[in-house]
């Protein structure tokens, strides 16, 4: 039987563009499936109809609802979770799931009978994301955190050394010291030898889990970067008291974006108490956003400094981003429409196919 592929728009913030592109699409044409595309697909971004239809002679426009009635549903960022429901059983979702911090999606999904892969668990042999936008979310977030930092600056000049600490030594974590570096290398060009340079130091478990090595450096940073992975998502990496100790003029950059979740057990709060979450539409927050009304609800907000935070940084510049994203995907895909999904296999032969299984909830679960 011929399947069918719909495509959603990301339904989020205005200032979320994001969809693949009809190149993309174009490399899908020597397939025997069906494609649907919401209406408006790759509006935002400046492409038509029309230049989607020229990519791909088997693309037609729907609705949102009836494209999220075919065998396989793809959209970058995951619907809301109320939009779950209208997948039928049975149905597969590709996203970005993100399993270890949506605990009730994940229950959700497994009520209604969705199947599904997340984009941000495929996986290569070696453990590492083979989908993902590393480098343009960190650099992204490395730009908006020193812009903020510059601000509070006569002529954005900042007359000393500037220390950037970032918590979390994974792929993200890396990109962050490399995108901090160039930043670097695009002010010594700039202000040559009247630039004062820049520090940029991990603060791995050996200092965030001793309380005084800890305080000491905190109180030598500029900029803060939470780039970590938790396996215990309730417990802060730095509590509220702890942002005290930094400089008034600090930044908090928070590349992780992992929300509050207080229906959760126990509940799941972000690794700095106290920050909020940023969207597209807003991912800088001074001390006395009006954001903060909302999540003192939650957890201590006493101490505040000027915060970066996104939960979607690659969105910041959307075409690149998504050229990058079906790059990625597109070997991904050819696996599931070869093959399907049920016959899915850690040990096969083929790369990709390992890299889907990964992605898999029933692999999420067993590992």
């Avoid at 670097?184 to 202000?191: D, I, T, W």
């Avoid at 938790?230 to 702890?242: A, G, H, Y």
């Avoid at 505040?304 to 790059?327: D, E, F, L």
Wanted: some cysteine; aromatic content about 12%.
């Amino acid at each position: 039987m011929r399947k069918s592929f719909g495509f959603l728009r990301i339904a989020k913030e205005i200032n979320e563009k994001r969809a693949f592109l009809p190149d993309f699409f174009k490399k899908l044409e020597e397939f025997d499936i069906d494609i649907w595309l919401e209406f408006d697909y790759g509006f935002k971004i400046g492409f038509t109809e029309k230049d989607y239809y020229n990519a791909n002679k088997n693309i037609k426009f729907a609705s949102r609802k009836e494209v999220f009635s075919m065998d396989y549903v793809i959209v970058l960022r995951a619907p809301e979770n109320d939009e779950l429901k209208n997948l039928k059983r049975g149905a597969v979702l590709i996203s970005m799931l993100h399993y270890i911090t949506r605990e009730r999606r994940n229950l959700l999904l497994k009520k209604f009978g969705i199947i599904s892969f997340s984009m941000d668990t495929m996986l290569d042999d070696d453990n590492k994301r083979i989908v993902v936008n590393a480098y343009f979310t960190a650099f992204n977030g490395a730009n908006s955190a020193l812009n903020e930092l510059e601000k509070k600056f006569k002529n954005k000049f900042i007359p000393r050394t500037v220390n950037v600490g970032i918590i979390g030594m994974g792929n993200v974590g890396l990109n962050v010291a490399k995108a901090f570096k160039e930043l670097s290398n695009m002010r010594l060009k700039e202000f040559k030898e009247a630039y004062f340079g820049m520090r940029i130091i991990f603060l791995n478990r050996s200092i965030t889990s001793n309380m005084e090595l800890f305080e000491n450096e905190l109180k030598s940073l500029d900029i803060i970067v939470d780039a970590s992975t938790r396996r215990d998502t309730s417990e802060f990496i730095i509590n509220n008291e702890m942002i005290g100790i930094l400089k008034k003029d600090a930044v908090i950059l928070d590349i992780t974006a992992d929300p509050y979740d207080f229906e959760k057990y126990p509940p799941q709060v972000k690794a700095i108490e106290g920050i909020p979450t940023g969207t597209l539409d807003q991912y800088v927050f001074n001390e006395n956003d009006k954001i903060y009304g909302e999540v003192e609800k939650l957890v201590c907000t006493d101490n505040r400094r000027t915060v970066v935070s996104c939960n979607a940084w690659p969105g910041v510049y959307p075409i690149p981003s998504m050229k990058r994203y079906g790059k990625q995907m597109l070997p991904i895909l050819k696996v599931l429409i070869n093959k399907g999904y049920k016959d899915l296999n850690i040990k096969s032969n083929i790369y990709y196919e390992r890299a889907l299984y990964r992605s898999s909830y029933e692999f999420y679960k067993k590992s």
